[in-house]
């Protein structure tokens, strides 16, 4: 069982920045690809970001590439989102995830554990 603690949300203007941080206890944290997600008041939950169990490949929901960078340090079981140039449709909870089953990395389905959710607000 992999436990997720997210810790970094908080509200910024937009063209702002902040950066989130996933940590991760319980399991073999380098095992697991990982994904960023986010949920806004009345929207569905959406894939942010992904990386892969090395950190060597990343992926991105068009609407945030170029202005969000995933990244992990394995030595210290964590995953970090970068994230610049904030807009105010970036508002949203955002929770991490680990990846336990194949697929299209953006599919929540494939990712069996959770966190409990950052709250980000970006002011316009």
């Known amino acids: 069982q992999v436990q997720l603690v997210e810790s970094g949300g908080g509200l910024v203007q937009a063209g702002g920045s902040l950066s989130l941080c996933c940590a991760a206890s319980g399991g073999t944290f380098s095992t697991y690809a990982m994904g960023w997600f986010r949920q806004a008041p009345g929207k569905e939950r959406e894939f942010v970001a992904g990386?892969?169990?090395?950190?060597?490949?990343?992926f991105y929901a068009d609407s945030v590439k170029g202005r969000f960078t995933i990244s992990r340090d394995n030595a210290k079981n964590t995953v970090y989102l970068q994230m610049n140039s904030l807009k105010p449709e970036d508002t949203a909870v955002y929770y991490c995830?680990?990846?336990?089953?194949?697929?299209?990395?953006?599919?929540?389905?494939?990712?069996?554990?959770w966190g409990q959710g950052t709250q980000v607000t970006v002011s316009s």
């Open positions: 990386v892969s169990r090395s950190g060597g490949s990343t």
């Open positions: 995830a680990a990846r336990t089953t194949a697929g299209y990395i953006s599919d929540y389905s494939t990712y069996a554990y």
